[in-house]
């Protein structure tokens, strides 16, 4: 059986999830030209909730304003995109700082467009361990509630960055599969 890859490719609904050429939001036509259907720029990392939203607003801004973006916020409109020839955002935090100590925050961010969080970015946080954390304690009693808000909201766990055990937590107490996309870093974790 002979696969045709360029059609394969052009039919494929493709997503990146670590776009780091993002900061330069000129660099759009880069995922466009790769045949890219849906980009999820990170819109928060260590930042507090004040500051995440000043990027989202300035996501939203540029959306609104290019007839070639859409955003994304569920499976239909990721479809849609592809149908429509547009290419697709989704807000992504690699990190959950901007959640703060608040499960009300998930629910909030989804509505402005926030699909996917991380939920820990190499270091300790109010949610579990990162990669780079010695102790490896995975998941808090904070974490566990967040990730149960989450998958209430269809917010996608994001599990890069995060630590064995949390990773591990994260699998075992999600109601809906967790992703753990490739990072460009030397930080990736091995579950063997």
């Not at 050429?21 to 980009?39: K, M």
């Not at 300790?124 to 566990?144: H, K, Q, T, Y």
Request: aromatic share 4%; hydrophobic share 40%; with cysteine.
């Amino acid at each position: 059986m002979t696969v045709d890859a360029r059609a394969l490719h052009d039919d494929a609904i493709l997503i990146d999830a670590v776009c780091p050429l993002l900061n330069d939001v000129t660099r759009i036509s880069d995922y466009q030209n790769g045949g890219v259907t849906v980009i999820a720029p990170t819109v928060a990392t260590l930042e507090d909730a004040a500051t995440a939203l000043r990027t989202i607003g300035k996501w939203h801004r540029l959306i609104s304003s290019r007839n070639d973006l859409i955003l994304v916020t569920s499976a239909a409109e990721a479809r849609q995109a592809k149908r429509d020839g547009k290419t697709g955002v989704i807000l992504h935090f690699q990190g959950s700082a901007p959640l703060e100590d608040s499960l009300d925050l998930v629910d909030a961010f989804k509505a402005l467009g926030v699909g996917v969080i991380q939920l820990a970015y190499n270091r300790r946080n109010r949610i579990g361990d990162g990669c780079e954390e010695p102790g490896n304690a995975g998941l808090s009693r904070f974490g566990i509630k967040v990730i149960e808000r989450m998958n209430a909201a269809r917010v996608i766990v994001d599990c890069s960055h995060t630590g064995v055990q949390t990773t591990l937590d994260a699998i075992e107490y999600s109601t809906a599969p967790v992703i753990i996309p490739p990072s460009p870093s030397k930080s990736l974790i091995s579950l063997s």
